[in-house]
């Protein structure tokens, strides 16, 4: 395609011709290119805009390392075992589309799921919990909400694979090991990070449980008023 390219840019220069390249092959070409392109451009951007944000949340330098280190080790180990799986158990050819959708997808379920299990330790730990404590109610009931929420996004892209759509029949079935591993990296591997570094892990650990926000107030104020 290439090398196509050039003959028609070459034919243009020289015979002052308007010339255009179609057909599948170019379309998948270019759909490539923008994979790369969202791999090494929009995923940092991505990733910095996550930590700013938990920063800016937890009010903790360490906060934001901790997530970015469960999504790091989720998305190797989800990357291994894609190629394992799919490209070499099932010997199904990869589309250039599966690294930047599964790499997409869990960001923002490891940042989610994350935030939501620290910030639940976190209250229990100001509400006067101790350590191990705090950490049980967490596994009780937060890791609930996670495995449920993991279920119901894993059947849907387990339904997408299933109807076998080109393109998205491998991309689906990639999403479905990324799912996996971000809950399971959320509900064994977070808390364990917690139960060894405990409070470290939010440090400064100086944001007040019972400031209120204003904002929020507004909102449900509103949501009240026009229910």
Do not use: C
Request: aromatic share 14%; glycine share 4%.
């Amino acid at each position: 395609i290439v090398q196509v390219k050039k003959l028609v840019n070459n034919l243009k220069k020289e015979y002052n011709l308007n010339a255009y390249l179609t057909g599948i092959p170019l379309m998948s070409n270019d759909m490539k290119e923008t994979g790369k392109f969202t791999i090494q451009t929009v995923v940092p951007l991505a990733i910095l805009f996550v930590a700013i944000v938990i920063f800016i949340y937890f009010r903790s330098l360490v906060s934001p390392l901790v997530i970015l280190l469960v999504f790091g080790s989720t998305i190797v180990i989800s990357y291994s075992l894609i190629y394992f799986l799919i490209g070499l158990i099932l010997n199904h050819k990869i589309s250039f589309i599966s690294p930047s959708i599964v790499t997409i997808l869990v960001l923002g379920l490891s940042a989610d799921y994350s935030i939501y299990l620290l910030r639940r330790y976190y209250i229990e730990r100001k509400e006067g919990n101790t350590k191990d404590l705090a950490l049980q109610k967490l596994n009780i009931w937060s890791s609930q909400a996670v495995l449920m929420s993991s279920l119901a996004i894993f059947m849907s892209y387990t339904v997408l694979s299933l109807m076998n759509i080109p393109l998205f029949g491998d991309a689906a079935t990639a999403n479905m090991i990324g799912i996996g591993i971000t809950a399971l990296a959320n509900l064994f591997f977070l808390p364990s990070l917690l139960y060894i570094f405990n409070d470290k892990l939010l440090y400064p650990f100086k944001y007040k449980v019972n400031k209120k926000s204003k904002f929020f107030i507004k909102i449900s104020n509103f949501d009240i008023k026009y229910k």
